[in-house]
C-alpha cells in the first residue's frame, strides 16, 4: 500500500520541543511553537545575550608575528 491508499501523509520534518517553552512545535513558526517564542529568541541573539565563547589561544592566532 502507497501512503495515497492509507491516506496518511509523512511530515516533511518531525516535531520538536519548543527551544523557549518546550511545547510542542508548530509547523509556520517551525522550531518554535509560536510567534511569541520566535520573537523572544531574536530578541535574545539582537541583545548580545547569545554568545559564543572566544578562548584566549585563539584570539592569539590572530595576531601576525
Same mark, same amino acid.
Request: glycine share 4%.
Given at each position: 500500500? #502507497?501512503?495515497? /491508499?492509507? &491516506? =496518511? ?6 516535531k ?5 517553552? &518546550? =511545547? *510542542? #512545535?508548530?509547523?509556520?513558526?517551525? *522550531?518554535?511553537c509560536s510567534?511569541?517564542? =520566535?520573537?523572544?529568541d531574536?530578541?535574545?541573539?539582537? #541583545? &548580545? ?6 578562548? /584566549? /589561544?585563539?584570539?592569539?592566532?590572530? =595576531?601576525?608575528?
Amino acid at each position: 500500500m #502507497s501512503t495515497k /491508499d492509507t &491516506g =496518511k501523509v509523512t511530515p516533511l520534518r518531525p516535531k520538536r520541543a519548543c527551544p523557549e517553552c &518546550g =511545547k *510542542p #512545535s508548530a509547523r509556520d513558526t517551525y *522550531p518554535f511553537c509560536s510567534l511569541r517564542c =520566535k520573537e523572544v529568541d531574536l530578541n535574545r541573539w539582537l #541583545s &548580545g545575550r547569545y554568545v559564543i565563547p572566544v578562548r /584566549d /589561544d585563539e584570539e592569539d592566532d590572530d =595576531k601576525p608575528e
